[in-house]
């Protein structure tokens, strides 16, 4: 099984070729925030969490949907998702893994990371996020191998991986909560303090991480003789739909409620967002091209024949995941610090190096997600060959 | 046990920003090039902030030195998930610059935006290093830093005070933005103790704390410019 990840065609090899270079461009640009410290960023004292921060908040999601597999798969008995869930859960792997990568390089000093076990802080929620994060990336890589390699060898997979399976159900929506929480907790930052963040969370995660999940089923059904499963996709779509309206939704009361009551706490950062500050507005645009995204996307989806068509299917899934990552990589942690409590205004904008670096993070998940799946594409063909 | 705490009299502050400038020299605080302070990374333990009320030309200005607060519900420390930082017996809110992993939480927990993260190392020229208070450690690049009530003050006054065989007395342990501060406008000392003059202040039907709404309990205290 392995050694699938060793051997491969040109077209493999030129894919991981790309992964890597793009790595070591983030690895140079990682050594030098390493020697010279955090500065080459764009973030400063008003602004001290940005690009990073930002991915990791998005990967979580990407992360967390695996459930949406899982769950129909094997509480409900949904069998068309058989061959599907090991691709939810091997995404998974790589988000979580991505996510773990975010926190490390946007820490001042990443030598000392493991002070968040020697001194462990129950009442600090990062330390809580760190340990479901780790038991989330655990479970999946332990469930995914057991049930793949019983697969593999045509038997039910152990008794014991059961009880981790229906533990993995909760687990994942806990580390959405949990994230959110790093930023609702936090009476300094009205814009965060909203008790449906996490809510809004967990609905773009289960429209933006299916959407993720249907392109690479289609991408993988286009160039490999494995088929996911074209009765799976179009119940991905579905569940992506209702997420993108329930998360339109959450979107829409959260305006209300900062527009009707007026309160400058929590307009500011809205005016932010949608019309500009005091003359800045760095995110005005991407927020309409997120407004006209979203609306495109719910509008399309929700229309049973366009969904059903692959040509239209796969571009909106890219629609859905530019709006998440609009929204949540790159809008919802900056404007937390706009304005800053006591009212300046400082905006923010990556630096080359840092997007360097961001760029390097996810060439190294979808490295890790370009091995498993080949794995698991190699597995599965010589499966339906004999 | 004392419990410090400090009174800032709006009306005695001229903005003169001298209580700064004490800060960075008492503190190592390491002045950045015009360009960094542009990108914002200036730290700065003690800012005088200008708030100005009203509209042009019926406009009042007038300056609020912000030190932290010190706060007996503290934000940061809530949030810290290796606690670097932490509150001692006396109320002072302190940072181990040695466990703090630089990962901003508390930056972004503080309402009174005074944890200062270290975005580089920092850089003096040679006659500026000659001038480094040998007290206070100096902190490297990616950590969070922040006002001590000048600390290494009270550590020196105490010492002091044991040696001559007497009690801590008020003027024995004062930071340096209240001793350098030309109208007096900056008055410290122990909250609990009735001969402090800070014990009575407090109580002044002038006072007001920052946000205090939040539940952050912050022991440094403003007296309200009198109209």
């Known amino acids: 099984m392995l050694q699938d990840a060793f051997r491969g065609g040109k077209r493999y090899w030129i894919l991981l070729g790309f992964w890597v270079a793009l790595i070591v461009v983030g690895l140079a640009a990682y050594g030098r925030q390493l020697s010279e410290g955090l500065y080459i960023t764009g973030m400063s004292q008003d602004v001290t969490w940005g690009l990073y921060i930002s991915q990791f908040t998005f990967l979580v999601g990407v992360a967390a949907s695996a459930v949406m597999v899982v769950l129909p798969y094997y509480l409900h008995d949904y069998k068309a998702f ?147 499963g074209w ?156 | 046990m004392a419990r410090w705490g400090m009174v800032i009299d709006l009306d005695r502050c001229t903005g003169c920003a001298a209580c700064e400038v004490a800060c960075k020299s008492e503190n190592n605080v390491a002045a950045v090039s015009v360009e960094q302070a542009d990108m914002g990374r200036a730290s700065s333990w003690m800012k005088v902030m200008a708030h100005v009320e009203g509209e042009f030309p019926d406009t009042t200005m007038h300056f609020y030195p912000r030190p932290c607060m010190h706060c007996d519900n503290p934000p940061c420390i809530r949030v810290c998930p290796v606690q670097a930082t932490y509150i001692d017996d006396e109320g002072i809110v302190g940072q181990i610059y040695a466990r703090c992993i630089g990962c901003r939480y508390c930056a972004n927990a503080c309402p009174y935006m005074v944890k200062y993260f270290n975005w580089y190392g920092p850089e003096w020229s040679e006659a500026e290093r000659q001038h480094l208070n040998p007290d206070v450690s100096v902190r490297p690049a990616g950590v969070i830093e922040k006002c001590t009530f000048c600390h290494h003050r009270l550590q020196k006054a105490r010492e002091d005070a044991r040696a001559e065989g007497r009690e801590l007395r008020e003027e024995d342990y004062q930071p340096a933005c209240v001793d350098v501060c030309p109208t007096n ?18 109580d002044d039907p002038r006072v007001l704390r920052l946000m205090e709404d939040l539940g952050t309990q912050p022991k440094v205290y403003y007296l309200r410019p009198r109209d």
């Not at chain 1, 709006?323 to 706009?338: D, H, N, P, R, S």
């Not at chain 1, 996810?362 to 499966?383: D, P, Q, S």
């Open chain 2, 185 to 202: 406008a900056i008055i410290f000392g122990d909250l609990d103790n009735p001969s402090h003059a800070v014990h009575t202040l407090k």
């Open chain 1, 231 to 386: 009765e799976a996709i179009q119940k991905l779509a579905t569940i992506v739909v209702y997420a993108m309206v329930i998360n339109l939704f959450f979107v829409l009361v959260e305006l209300f409620t900062g527009l009707y009551s007026d309160m400058p706490h929590h307009l500011h950062a809205f005016e932010y967002l949608f019309v500009g500050l005091e003359g800045r507005a760095a995110l005005v645009p991407w927020m309409w091209v997120n407004a006209a995204l979203t609306v495109c996307a719910v509008v399309l989806l929700l229309i049973p024949g366009i969904r059903r068509q692959e040509r239209f299917l796969a571009p909106l899934c890219v629609v859905v995941i530019l709006a998440i990552w609009i929204e949540k990589g790159l809008a919802m942690v900056v404007t937390g610090f706009i304005p800053a409590p006591l009212g300046q205004i400082t905006e923010y904008a990556p630096t080359a190096p840092e997007i360097a670096i961001t760029v390097g993070v996810y060439a190294l998940g979808f490295f890790v997600l370009t091995v498993l799946y080949k794995i698991v594409v190699n597995v599965r063909e010589r499966l339906e060959a004999t």
């Open chain 1, 82 to 228: 058989g061959k599907m869930v090991i691709l939810g859960e091997f995404l998974a792997v790589a988000a979580v893994l991505m996510c773990g990568l975010f926190i490390v390089v946007d820490m001042g000093q990443p030598a000392r990371v493991a002070n968040i076990i020697l001194h462990p802080s129950p009442n600090s929620v990062m330390f809580w996020d760190m340990l479901v994060l780790t038991g989330y990336l655990l479970l999946n890589l332990v469930i995914g191998a057991v049930t793949f390699e019983a697969e593999r060898k045509g038997a039910p997979p152990h008794n014991w991986v059961r009880p981790l399976i229906y533990l993995s159900i909760p687990w994942a929506v806990s580390i959405h909560t949990v994230t959110a929480f790093l930023y609702s907790g936090l009476e300094a930052r009205p814009f965060w303090m909203t008790a449906i963040l996490a809510p809004r969370f967990l609905a773009s995660a289960f429209s933006s991480g299916p959407s993720l999940l249907i392109l690479m089923a289609i991408i993988i059904r286009r160039f490999t003789r494995f088929d996911a």
